[in-house]
């Protein structure tokens, strides 16, 4: 909810380290969840955010894609797609639950269970600015960059 503090996490993250969002006070934070490395809507949305790093940057915000796919695919994907922003890996499922990601979606009829992609601005103070659900890729990094500059 708006306004709300958000519980501390840590998840492991590319790049050798290891995410903290306690040890981001001071910074405006962009998690966007996605379901997988590597897919074609995951992929957009990834270098949406890539390509609008700096205006983030700018902004006094740092971006971190999150999903639940292993270090060394979220490594892979980040190399190949020159992000210039570290993915964090949620294998376990800690801060999807926390964020309330994980639904049960329709794939060619089947159901199955995966994150719905979403995304969270979380203010310098560490308390949630601004959520949205159940993304469409278009347009959508520009959306929250134009968010965060309100900020």
């Avoid at 909810?1 to 050798?16: C, Y």
Wanted: glycine fraction near 8%.
């Amino acid at each position: 909810m708006p306004g709300s503090p958000v519980p501390d996490f840590s998840l492991p993250s590319t790049g050798g380290a290891r995410f903290r969002l306690s040890e981001h006070r001071g910074r405006k934070l962009v998690l966007y969840f996605y379901p997988k490395d590597n897919t074609p809507a995951c992929t957009t949305e990834g270098m949406q955010f890539r390509d609008l790093h700096m205006n983030f940057q700018r902004a006094g915000c740092e971006v971190f894609g999150v999903s639940r796919d292993s270090l060394r695919s979220h490594e892979n994907f980040k190399t190949k797609l020159h992000f210039p922003f570290e993915l964090l890996s949620d294998a376990e499922e800690k801060a999807c639950a926390q964020f309330g990601v994980m639904k049960l979606k329709d794939m060619y009829g089947k159901k199955v269970r995966g994150i719905e992609r979403s995304t969270f601005v979380i203010d310098g103070e560490g308390a949630l600015a601004r959520d949205w659900r159940a993304v469409k890729v278009p347009g959508h990094a520009q959306e929250v960059l134009d968010f965060v500059k309100t900020l």
